[in-house]
């Protein structure tokens, strides 16, 4: 069993869209996950924008892949590189700590995913800023 990033079980992020390196709806990692998509963020707007100038783009539904695209509100487990990136550049996106992976910690400091921890909200349109 894989824990998160405070200790406990980890939880699920995200079924709709489906999520994770296992496409399993949580941020589990393996040897194979080269990109450590370890971190459950719910994606905002300005965090998809940082995403595609950096060339990694969310938005863009892939059908070949079964991607519907990510829209603000989203749940989705990211890579701790592109997410410590978009941080450091200001457009870090809010975590979910109980669905965000413990093997993040390897590279992100937990001080860092607190200071962008979050609670899913009722009204995802708040995230759209």
Same mark, same amino acid.
């Given at each position: ?26 941020? %589990?990692?393996?040897? =194979?996950?080269? @990109?450590?998509?370890?971190?459950? $963020?719910?994606?905002? /707007?300005?965090? *998809? ?35 410590? %990136?978009?941080?450091? =550049?200001?457009? @870090?996106?809010?975590?979910?700590? $109980?669905?965000?992976? /413990?093997?993040? *910690? ?24």
């Amino acid at each position: 069993m894989e824990r998160n990033v405070l200790g406990g079980e980890l939880i699920g992020c995200s079924v709709d869209p489906l999520t994770g390196w296992f496409r399993d709806g949580t941020c %589990r990692t393996g040897p =194979d996950d080269h @990109g450590s998509h370890t971190i459950c $963020a719910v994606v905002t /707007a300005e965090f *998809l924008d940082h995403q595609r100038r950096i060339g990694n783009d969310l938005s863009t539904p892939r059908p070949a892949f079964g991607f519907p695209g990510l829209q603000p509100g989203d749940r989705w487990c990211v890579t701790a590189p592109n997410w410590l %990136r978009a941080h450091r =550049d200001g457009a @870090g996106a809010p975590v979910v700590l $109980a669905a965000t992976n /413990a093997k993040v *910690l390897e590279l992100v400091p937990i001080e860092i995913l607190h200071e962008h921890a979050v609670d899913v909200p009722d009204d995802v349109r708040d995230l759209e800023s």
